[in-house]
């Protein structure tokens, strides 16, 4: 399992950059607009600190696969949820934010759930699980209804900026977990079966959900405060993923009443943390846009 956790550590790192990069370039673009998505998607491709941030994101992506390879999903995420503490410091120290108490409260509380998941791990975390099929249909189906519907609510209700921003971060890390999921579907069906595996329905809905949390993503971090988004982006994939590692691949808690305690209690800091995160005060004068469906 250490070589997955390696490769997680690498993506967490390689994500939260990424989401920093494209914060800068999201909100210096147009604004997103639902009803022209791809004249949207040029806006902020346009703008290089968003496409770097974007290059760097399919470097991670490419580590985020080669972890969900090699260990359980739960585990994969609960260490991709640490990647706040590379926001924390790479923001403070590079992107003209500045963390307050709280912030830091969060780093320190993420951090030592990460280590409390590092002395509980064990050999009995396999690369290989078996799943089930109806468990993958119905929560697939459900987190992915429930980002969409984050989405629509985000649209048509009366919400102020920040609110608006901060419900499009946690729909596109609902949108993310399902992406997740399905990756870890395809890593394990690709190891049993070949690349014709690839060939999939799950294939479509990674990417589906994939372009719908791009999206999302970019509209939230041009209306709220980009940590404060990125925050909630992390949290709601976790919780979307972890709940999909366990209840479709099977990922164990832990091995004996001590170890499930102490990897509840794990988890539990580490989402803790990363409630903490959001609402950090930007030092720069960077614009914000704000969106419009239209």
Known sequence: MLPGLM??????????????????????APPVRARHPLRSAAGLFRSRWFSLGWGVAVVAW??????????PLSVVQAVLSGGLVFVAVLAERYFGFRLGRRQWTGV?????????????GGSHTSAVRHYSVAALIAVECGVLALGAALIRVSMRARFGPVAEGLLLGVAAG???????IALKYLAE?????????????????ALAASVLAFYASARGLQLAPGVAV??????????????????VFRDPIG????????????????????????????????????????
């Not at 490769?7 to 494209?22: D, E, R």
């Not at 490419?62 to 260990?71: E, K």
């Not at 990125?230 to 209840?247: D, E, K």
């Open 7 to 28: 490769l997680a550590v690498g993506s967490a790192l390689g994500t939260s950059l990424a989401f920093l990069f494209k914060q800068r370039g999201a909100v210096l």
């Open 62 to 71: 490419g580590l985020h696969v080669g972890a969900l390879a090699l260990a």
């Open 108 to 120: 320190i509380v993420t951090a030592a759930g990460l280590a409390l998941i590092a002395v509980t």
């Open 174 to 180: 609902v949108l993310f977990g399902v992406s997740d």
């Open 189 to 205: 069906a690709l190891h049993r079966g070949g690349l014709d595996s690839l060939i999939s329905e799950w294939t479509l809905t």
């Open 230 to 247: 990125i925050a909630f982006t992390s949290v709601a994939a976790n919780l979307a993923a972890i709940m999909g590692g366990i209840l």
């Open 255 to 294: 091995i004996g009443a001590l170890a499930i305690v102490a990897r509840v209690i794990a988890f539990g800091l580490v989402i803790t943390g990363a409630a903490f995160m959001p609402a950090p005060v930007r030092a720069g004068g960077t614009p914000k846009h704000r969106l419009s469906p239209s």
